[in-house]
């Protein structure tokens, strides 16, 4: 269910890629209403990796009884490009989402891992234009930022067993391999951990600090 996708992979020599130092960007929770995008996105971004021969995430992506609960729980966030709001015929689809829980998968992660000293990242995803910019790295390191201030030690996820390119992303970024869980009905079940750190987010205004604030 939590697997996870990232399609920055590519470099940024991509055409139409967008930089973050032109497009201011905001992250913050996502809404009811932000359900149609979300699905778009992670349908979109699905797509892409069965086109390069990644099976991992259902082709078509999610059903929105698999993202309307993260909404509900305010788990998933979206970052947008605030210059999409300057025009009002645009709908302004979101650049990037990705969720943060406590939610550790018992098909994957045991007691004896501690599953409650980490927060864990799913739906992961970032859109085509976008690829390459740094937005992946970025939303790591706010979750990384995010376990930290939460007190706990680590930052965790899975992913795709058979996608190596993937799991050298997440080693090159701090993430050390735990091991792979093979299940014969899970696409996922390479486990991967990383401390947890105060990373300074520079990449976007990050307005679930207002949240904080105001607890």
């Known amino acids: 269910m939590h697997t996870n996708a990232l399609s920055t992979l590519s470099t940024f020599s991509d055409l139409g890629t967008l930089s973050p130092l032109f497009h201011p960007l905001s992250?913050?929770?996502a809404e009811p209403a932000d359900l149609p995008g979300v699905?778009?996105?992670l349908a979109d971004a699905s797509e892409w990796l069965h086109s390069r021969g990644v099976r991992q995430w259902p082709r078509g992506g999610f059903g929105p009884e698999r993202i309307e609960p993260l909404i509900e729980e305010r788990t998933l966030f979206l970052l947008d490009d605030e210059?999409?709001?300057?025009?009002?015929?645009?709908?302004?689809?979101?650049?990037?989402?990705?969720?943060?829980?406590?939610h550790a998968d018992p098909e994957f992660w045991t007691p004896a891992d501690a599953p409650g000293a980490a927060l864990y990242v799913h739906k992961l995803a970032v859109a085509r234009p976008w690829a390459g910019s740094g937005i992946g790295d970025a939303l790591l390191g706010w979750a990384c930022a995010s376990a930290y201030l939460t007190g706990l030690p680590y930052l965790r996820l899975d992913c795709a067993k058979t996608n190596l390119r993937l799991q050298a992303y997440y080693a090159q970024r701090g993430?050390?391999?735990?091991?792979?869980?093979?299940?014969?009905?899970?696409?996922?079940?390479?486990l991967f951990q990383r401390p947890s750190e105060d990373v300074p987010t520079l990449a976007f205004r990050d307005l679930t600090i207002a949240e904080l604030i105001s607890v």
């Open 27 to 29: 992250l913050r929770r």
């Open 39 to 41: 699905l778009t996105l």
């Open 83 to 102: 210059l999409r709001y300057l025009d009002p015929d645009e709908s302004a689809p979101p650049v990037a989402t990705i969720a943060l829980d406590e």
């Open 175 to 190: 993430f050390r391999h735990l091991r792979t869980v093979d299940l014969p009905h899970r696409a996922s079940g390479a």
